[in-house]
């Protein structure tokens, strides 16, 4: 017999097969699970590991898991285009890209409302002026929203006239709006502690100054198009690397990471 070669595989498994109904409902049953384990033997999490076959679940994994359990350990880099500030800035350089002086059609203007970031950004003095507009919008039955009817709210949020001009701006223009946005959410996220979103910020504010850096090398990136393009181009390549102690608490990676390694408890 070879000397090294384990006897793993042929010890006996408790493999269990659950069928849940879409991936967040696995997401609460992976919490569910780790509470039990948690309760039964909290040292056991040392080497018990959540694999995630797809990493869009690294949310909602980490908002499942129990309160109680506070070492866990990520090994697994995030997709930076799968974060909720990536739909946010698409959004925003729409904006522009479908810019029509008559006006914003009602529903793209209630979208970019009704993101959660757009929400922080313009509640100020604890007054949700993304709300309060939104209410207004479909209370008047505006179809068309003009700059002169956004700027009937200026008083109310400094940060709006970030989001809304009368004028298309220039593709440096674009990118400086985004890097202010960036900027004025880092100073309510840094306000509200959250590490996570303070994380993202930075490595949007990278990917912006490296494209502010190519529009103002390259003279023929003159248009809004060709910055979104650029712009999710950069984006798909882009991760958010995690890193804790590998030696340390509950492991959540992805397929990939968990070659080679050995833990008494997968999910």
């Known amino acids: 017999a070879l000397k090294g070669v384990s006897n793993n595989y042929s010890d006996k498994k408790n493999i269990q097969v659950v069928g849940v109904p879409k991936s967040v409902s696995q997401a609460k049953y992976v919490g569910t699970l780790l509470k039990k384990l ?54 925003f350089i729409d904006l522009y890209v479908n810019f029509d002086h008559k006006g914003w ?23 949700n002026l993304a709300h309060q507009i939104s209410t207004d919008i479909k209370n008047k039955n505006w ?10 709210y200026l008083g109310l949020s400094d940060n709006l006239n970030l989001l809304f001009t009368q004028e298309i701006p220039s593709s440096e223009g674009i990118i400086n709006r985004c890097l202010a946005i960036i900027d004025n959410l880092k100073t309510k996220c840094e306000a509200l502690n959250d590490m996570l979103m303070l994380e993202y910020l930075y490595r949007f504010n990278t990917l912006f100054n490296q494209l ?49 390694l050995d833990f008494e408890t997968v999910i």
């Open 105 to 127: 059609f009602y529903k793209t203007i209630l979208e970019i409302l009704s993101h959660p970031y757009i929400q922080m950004l313009l509640n100020d003095a604890d007054v």
């Open 143 to 152: 179809t068309l929203i003009t700059i002169s009817r956004i700027n009937t």
């Open 38 to 91: 948690n309760k039964t033997n909290s040292k056991a999490l040392n080497k018990t590991a959540v694999v995630l076959s797809d990493e869009t679940l690294l949310n909602p994994i980490l908002n499942s898991i129990p309160k109680e359990i506070d070492a866990v350990n990520i090994t697994m880099g995030y997709p930076l285009d799968k974060t909720p500030l990536a739909n946010l800035f698409t959004q």
């Open 212 to 260: 502010l850096a190519l529009v103002q090398q390259h003279d023929f990136i003159d248009d809004l198009k060709s910055i979104k393009s650029i712009f999710k181009e950069l984006l798909s390549s882009e991760t958010v690397d995690f890193k804790g102690d590998p030696l340390e608490g509950l492991q959540i990676m992805g397929m990939l990471e968990s070659r080679n």
